[in-house]
């Protein structure tokens, strides 16, 4: 009954796999190995589109290395007042832009409030020395809460954003956020006006690896991130094995397959907390997550039969569940909550 | 015949294999696994003493993060005009200080000459405020010639700059160092007044993992070294991959092992390439890099053959071995340059 | 009638008259020379206590330099939402501090709410690695809003900050604030639990000149300062002519002289402004600044007659007094609004 | 006898009455007086061109906020290892940078050799990631050694370093130089290749004024250099104060007469040194700085009798006379010399 977080959860093991595959004699460092044309390959099939990339190990780089090439250290980006850049990346932006600032934006269920949004670029004045103008937008997919914004709610955005500058998407759980609306890869990003992205696999059966794509224009910075990268030490000689990983993860549509099977067991374990723990959902359930006000004597009943999870704010707790979580683990909560 | 760089060697079979057994089940996040708890105690085991550690995918985030802890944003640290951190990180040590300065210093086979590191320690002058003074120290053992410094030879340059501020020792090689030397870890390294290192394992049979060791007094840093990791993007999630790899390095003895073997390869390419090939040593042979000098036609021939490896300056060519240099590969060569 | 800005306002003579005297002959640069001495020896005087000093030629720098003496780049800094270091100063803090973060504060006419700080200040956690601790509190007196925290206030926020790091104050117009308290320096600073401040002379009189002041135990972090400032192009070497402005503004209470003047200033121009015009004010009047609601006709009238002033939010507008301001100014605006 | 620098001389009477007379009423802030304006157009008349211009304290402040216009945080700087940005601005150019590197070129007389400088600009790689490439060369003018670079040195350098990126000019004794040699500021400058410079008056007469000039395609910077220099706290309020002391410098002619004063002094003093003293010259005397070697006993009798100067390296000792060196003073250096 581990639902701590999707981070916790092993790899998949096609993906492990893939990794004694890719250690076959020698290979070309730093990038120029075979695997990384696969990947590369794979994901622009996967994407609809030609892009530029680069790999590391984990979310908070792939986030700081994509707003460092896209917003200047006297620029600022907009996000979410609980965005996961703002609030659990130690300040990574900041030290990666060389002191950019993050701009936070209200709105309900995670998902900046457009209204807001539009207020905060009409007030951005770049020739206004004195002030930070807008230089970027960062959305998340999901977004912190869990939540997924639609093709619509990313592009309308985006739309707003475009004269300001690039628009990020923070795409760690970005399989989860497809497996719920039903978008491709392509309509959730840059159809929809993101210029560039964080694409996560951690969280979804990788051992560690994040893409940072650029799309369309934007590919041209591309000598800036690797040059970035390089000197933030995420260019690892032996990149066949971030490689390695993007490429089986995207085979055969085994990403989808993991992301669904999460989405389909946070499902289930949602209806049995909301059910039998007379609980309810604290944020709408669009993904692995599920946000849900419980009763304390419930959620000390679970962690005392041996379930993990987090506490968020009040009554809410926040139950994660990855492509690992099993059926079991699901009756197991039935089960405790059953007081069998 | 690859002796391009001991990085485009795979990993080996026991460290891969962690990987596997590291991937049973959840498990915390962020460097709480067990993994790390073991990786540490061999660590420590290994290096006679208590540690605080972090892990890394890279040398360059290995050096960079070490130096940003003990050395201010308006310091400089001396090292070699030949050093890794100056030469092949592209700015990191900037990076990550903040702006520190790299201090320069001359000195033969890649080692820091002690005449000029004396005299440049007491040009400083800490209350001159116009000046950058020497804040720290970095040696590198193995150099960037390939050769080894001797435990004395560390412990007199750490000796001289005791008074100025904390010695770091680039450890990419560091096995290759030991193994030459004979000297154990501890004397490598703490005994003889190393406060903190980059110990490297990706270039001796790791997929990618470097610890970061603060050792004794400096210790305390650990809270500032984790912060500085986080926020570099340098503390995935999944930590224990990164610290599955470092506890089978050390089982057994295996990283010594293996650099043994890396070094010996080493020593019989070089006794062929100078014998056969009329060539000579560059640089003194202390571990399992040959830089040697070498007719243009020689290599040519070699690499018409299909051996790669390097061209340095002038007639001088690197030739790396590493664990997984074979001695067919070896004999290849020989076949090659005795024109059979 | 300029009441755009007391930084519109000229020098007052005696300290242009400064320079003339600071002129004579040679004299040791970088801050060495007589006049730096005799600054210091005034402002330790005139706030009763040893301090360490350096001064700086704006607001922004001293501000920036002093947070980033006393903020890590994997700190923050609080302070309020409108705060100048937050909105008015192009992301100074961030750049000079390495990117630390600035974690905004709500409360009302200016003033950090003490319920929020103490929230605020409860939720960090410092071995929370993920998460950007509070490191540091800035408070502004005269604050954003014109409103002067009172001496009891000041003590109240700093004793709650006090276990989680340093307490600054932006000076800017801390005369003024003193003017309108009736507190002395030392009781609104040091005695009030301030460590550090930025005490302004440029709004009050001075070409360009504003001191930073370490106060008790951070009177230690003196050298980090001053090699600070240095690698910011802050220590011009004729510092004697930013030192004569100090000197000359301390002496003889020159400084609280002009603070009252301006301050009497905006208590007449206020009381026009809202008796003639029917206005009322948005916050109240402690200092310098006089912001009013006054309906849009007659903010246009009076810029019709010449009048200049800045539009605040809404049908509010900023009226600054400074030591310039002379009665006629006042005496006219009076005759605007009665329609002569 | 005050021969310690050029930076000791108080300011020039005309420089300071500008002050008073730009201190007549309110003036708009942040550099949109009118002085500022006057100051530009008198610099476009001087150098005979349209530039960009902003106006800092000193000459770290402006050579940094210069080369963090034209320079990445992960490129260098190519400047002669005894370069002012390197030895006396305790790292400035890498803080303002983002961590830039500076790339140390030797050269007799402070001037770059041209070998050199051509060897380092063919080796730069910018397409090789792990290396930090040329991405501007600074010139000094005059050196630090005390030499001027003629018009046909300043153009053959820049000509070469035009393909890799901006050419940068430090002329804190711009004055100097030009006095020297004849030329134009024109033909010093953007006309030999120059893309942009600091232009020094601090050393010249101001009391602290130096101006960053953006020639040709580089004025498109502009608007990135003024959000830097803000950012920087390098927009004081009062800029007029500044302005004036560029506009007065400016007028007439008067900072080429002051330099050629300054620089007639030295030549005058060298004599004597030379002849009296029997020492030579340790540099060719092109300006206000005479490095002149001489015997310990004629130093030790200088400073007996009162007068300051600098030791340098070994018998070589720093002599500057400034706008302000009177021949009372020369003359008194005789008396010493001659015993009498």
Redesign the interface.
Known sequence: M?F??D?????H?AI?EA??EA????????GADRWMKLAKQRVEETFETDVEMWL???????N??SLAVVC???G?ILCHAEAHIE??????P??Y??????S?LPGANGKIDLGALKRRLDASR??F????PASALSLSNLTECGTAYTVAEIAERAALAKAHGPVHLDGARFANALASTGATPAEMSWKAGVNLMSFGA??NGA??CEAILLFGETRKLA??L???A?????????MR?LAAQMAAYLRDGLWLELARKANASAKKLADILISAGEGCLAYPLDGNEVFVDIEMGIAERLRAAGASFYPWVGKTHRFVCSW?TSDAEISAVSRVLAGR
Chains 1, 2, 3, 4 share one sequence.
């Open positions: 581990n701590s977080s981070t916790a959860a092993p790899a093991p492990l990794l004694a250690n076959a004699g020698p290979e070309p460092s730093y590391v190990p984990s979310g908070t780089a792939a700081a290395l200047p250290p006297h600022s609030r659990d990346e130690r300040g990574a900041e030290f832009t060389g002191g950019a600032k993050l936070l770049p020739d020395v004195h002030e930070v951690t969280k051992l560690g000598p800036d690797f040059a970035r390089k000197r933030a030490g995420h260019m690892p000689p032996k094995f690992a």
